[in-house]
């Protein structure tokens, strides 16, 4: 990208193209005599230079929202039974393998939760860096080490010219992250997946991690999905967010708009639910029961079971997103009933 | 009052051991520290929480004051007696009056055994109600922890991990303890049913006058619960005070940095500029002085030489620093 391209998009604000666009996905796990519904009918666009959060409890589907961008999930067990997802104009879903390949690392990239799973133990840390590099663009081996000791400097690895070929259990998991990071930018992808890239880490290092990607997107305008169980993380990095339950987007906003006005019980409940540190006294609300199973899902919408405001209707109205304010998307048929409960 | 439970100098320390080419070499066998000295009272009906990091050494402290680990230096009174001095028949008594809560539900409960077999061995154990009311006591721990009667046939696989945390609780509470140390007891659960769980921890705080040692990295969990909280930092505890002094006045540089690394709701998409650099040293290579001067952003010749004292701030607060204010 030039510079001026990327200064019109800055100035251009709200009006960026959009990047990627998931239209209607629906992916299903076949386990056996059952179906497994881990994302159903989720449709998300979002805009070039944007860091879109995507919060939900374990199972609600964040992961394999992810993992279906890339196309990372098995088959079988996964199928995609419906839906587009398209990137930079191509249908990422109607590739062919070997084309998809040439988009990951390169065009997109991802950072997993794990750190110390997501490197290969018996092999240095420069040279997995780099290995995308060496296979995309034919570099030499000189010069490979060279790019790994600047993207290493670049992610704050200290004296990486020395480290540059160190294992990963060397490393503590905050640096090893780092090196995952490093592996992610190598390739200047337009987008970048972070699945729960602090959940490992300490609070100390994750403060030092979220740094480190929000520089590092400042500085190239790259595209950034923030996956996390963690409000308070999404709060203060993203600009939009997501709130997903049961396979399902709930709830997507702009973040101040979603934490000060949520416009779906299940958002509002996880709010209330959540002690703050700064907050007031008071005993937290829990939301009462458990989230459905998702090979047996209810009728209607799926929070129902568990939600203060249901209805009747509810078990039977067509759950939909639909815009409730500006640039706010709620996916409850009662949105306007719970504007201005939070206060 | 008298506190329920004393920890006195407490240091607790694994020895690494030495493969065959380290002792052919000479190489001394290396010690980690994770403990190192450790000062703490509980009063009764108190909750008093423990942070850190990952190797601040709060799980090894948990784990001492029950018996767990043997420690190296120092005293666990409970109740007036010491405890840690290996004496069987002590320990089993303190089991009647401390009992432990563990991270992990799964892992924490045998696979293999039901839920009333669970709870049932700890009742038999301690002979807590005569044989013919065990049953009946097991309906009543399960209520008690918010879980109805038929979940007693059911084995671990089959709860969720919500429930495996109540059957872990249950099991604890089956002794009528007066204290529980609750070792992440809610880390591994999504938020919404962590509430649930926290909330019942406050009932039953309230309803048989427990005290807890409640040990977490989260720091909005612990001053949620906890009337007092120890920091810890590299096996010491740095900062301690009560909730209001640690979370709104902290005095030592670590706890400040760590309150401030807290990402917070209520706040919007901002520029971040990490507040601590660098990484917590090996507790295999403790540094002289104060254990936090390679991080810290006060540091001075002083904290590279000598043991910060302990300061008072107030007559509930100190702060083992050489600056404070």
């Known amino acids: 990208m030039t510079t001026t391209e990327r200064q019109t998009i800055q100035t251009s604000g709200e009006t960026r193209p959009p990047i990627l666009e998931i239209e209607d996905l629906v992916v299903e796990f076949h386990q056996g005599s059952k179906v497994v519904r881990a994302a159903n009918h989720v449709s998300l666009s979002i805009r070039q230079g944007e860091t879109v959060g995507i919060v939900g409890e374990s199972g609600s589907g964040k992961s394999v929202l992810c993992r279906s961008i890339l196309r990372l999930l098995p088959s079988p067990p996964s199928f995609v039974k419906s839906g587009r997802i398209s990137f930079a104009g191509r249908d990422l879903l109607s590739l062919p393998e070997s084309e998809m390949q040439k988009i990951r690392g390169a065009d997109i990239a991802m950072i997993f939760q794990n750190p110390m799973n997501a490197l290969n133990p018996v092999w240095p840390i420069g040279d997995q860096i780099t290995e995308g590099e060496r296979v995309h663009r034919h570099i030499g081996a000189r010069a490979a080490r060279e790019c790994a000791v600047e993207l290493l400097k670049r992610v704050g690895i200290p004296s990486p010219e020395m480290r540059v070929d160190e294992y990963p259990h060397q490393w503590s998991g905050g640096m090893v992250q780092r090196a995952v990071i490093a592996m992610a930018i190598v390739g200047g992808p337009k987008l970048i997946l972070a699945d729960e890239p602090t959940t490992a880490l300490d609070v100390t290092i994750q403060d030092q991690i979220l740094a480190l990607l929000m520089d590092l997107q400042e500085a190239t305008g790259t595209t950034l999905i923030l996956v996390s169980h963690d409000m308070a993380v999404v709060a203060e990095t993203c600009d939009r967010v997501a709130v997903m339950y049961a396979g399902r987007i709930m709830e997507l906003a702009p973040t101040e708009e979603v934490f000060a006005r949520p416009r779906h019980p299940y958002s509002l409940g996880l709010l209330r639910s959540i002690p703050r540190i700064d907050g007031k006294d008071q005993r937290l609300e829990p939301i009462p029961g458990q989230p459905p199973s998702l090979s047996d899902l209810p009728p209607g919408c799926p929070f129902m079971p568990r939600c203060r405001f249901a209805s009747s209707e509810c078990g039977t109205a067509e759950i939909v997103l639909r815009e409730v304010a500006k640039d706010h998307f709620s996916a409850c048929i009662k949105a306007d009933d719970i504007a201005g409960m939070m206060s | ?325």
Not at chain 2, 269 to 274: E, I, Y
């Open chain 2, 1 to 325: 009052m008298e506190p329920l439970l004393s920890v006195r100098g407490l240091t607790v320390e694994f020895p690494r051991r030495r493969s065959i080419a380290d002792v052919v070499r000479g190489q001394k066998a290396m010690t980690a520290r994770a403990v190192d000295g450790v000062d703490l009272d509980v009063y009764p009906k108190e909750t008093v929480g423990l942070v850190g990091e990952s190797g601040s050494g709060k799980t090894t402290l948990g784990r001492a004051i029950l018996g767990l680990y043997k420690p190296s230096a120092g005293q666990v009174l409970f109740g007036g007696q010491d405890v840690s001095n290996g004496d069987a028949a002590a320990r089993q008594k303190l089991h009647r009056n401390l009992q432990m809560v563990f991270q992990n539900p799964y892992s924490s409960l045998n696979p293999r055994m039901t839920v009333a077999q669970t709870i049932d061995e700890a009742l038999r154990f301690h002979r807590i109600v005569p044989a013919q009311d065990v049953p009946a006591e097991i309906d009543r721990l399960l209520g008690l922890v918010g879980l109805t009667p038929e979940m007693a046939g059911r084995y671990p696989q089959a709860l969720s991990g919500g429930q495996c945390q109540r059957v872990g609780l249950a099991r604890a509470m089956s002794v009528r303890p007066g204290m529980l140390v609750l070792d992440e007891a809610v880390a591994a659960l999504d938020v919404s049913i962590q509430a649930q769980v926290l909330n019942l921890l406050l009932d039953l705080r309230e309803a048989y006058g427990l005290s807890m040692i409640f040990i977490a990295h989260e720091l909005s969990v612990v001053r949620h619960i906890s009337h007092r909280v120890a920091v810890m930092y590299l096996g010491k505890i740095v900062e301690v005070g009560r909730r209001e002094e640690i979370f709104d006045r902290p005095k030592h540089p670590y706890t400040q940095s760590l309150l401030a690394a807290v990402p917070r709701l209520g706040t919007t998409k901002r520029k971040r500029q990490a507040v601590l650099q660098g990484e917590v040293p090996s507790p295999y290579n403790i540094p002289p002085g104060c254990h936090f001067q390679t991080r810290c952003p006060r540091v001075q010749a002083i904290c590279r030489t000598a043991v910060p004292p302990s300061i008072a701030v107030s007559s509930t607060q100190r702060a083992d620093c050489h600056f404070v204010t």
